[in-house]
Nanobody
Framework: QVQLVESGGGLVQAGGSLRLSCAAS????????MGWFRQAPGKEREFVLA????????EYADSVKGRFTISRDNAKNTVYLQMNSLKPEDTAVYYC?????????????????WGQGTQVTVSS
């Protein structure tokens, strides 16, 4: 069992930056690949980024390439989402998720554990 708690969301202006954190409780955090997803009002949950067990393999949604960066610190049981050049269309609830797969999949159905989400609002 892995419990995930996101933090760092808030209100920012377009072009600004925000750093989200996902703190994990439970054992063997390093044995989970981690992903970030987001869901805007009236929209389906969509994939954003993911990182493998060792951090050497990363996947990015086309909409965030060049702007968002995912990283992890296994010693702190934490995964990060650095968001730069934010756009109003980035507004959503952001969720972190964990999977037992060595390489993180892009489908939300492949993830076993989810955080409660943190709201990110980007104003124009």
């Amino acid at each position: 069992q892995v419990q995930l708690v996101e933090s760092g969301g808030g209100l920012v202006q377009a072009g600004g930056s925000l750093r989200l954190s996902c703190a994990a409780s439970g054992r063997s955090f390093s044995r989970y690949s981690m992903g970030w997803f987001r869901q805007a009002p009236g929209k389906e949950r969509e994939f954003v980024l993911a990182i493998s067990w060792r951090g050497g393999s990363k996947e990015y949604a086309d909409s965030v390439k060049g702007r968002f960066t995912i990283s992890r610190d296994n010693a702190k049981n934490t995964v990060y989402l650095q968001m730069n050049s934010l756009k109003p269309e980035d507004t959503a609830v952001y969720y972190c998720a964990a999977t037992h797969f060595i390489k993180a999949p892009l489908q939300s159905s492949e993830y076993d554990y989810w955080g409660q989400g943190t709201q990110v609002t980007v104003s124009s």
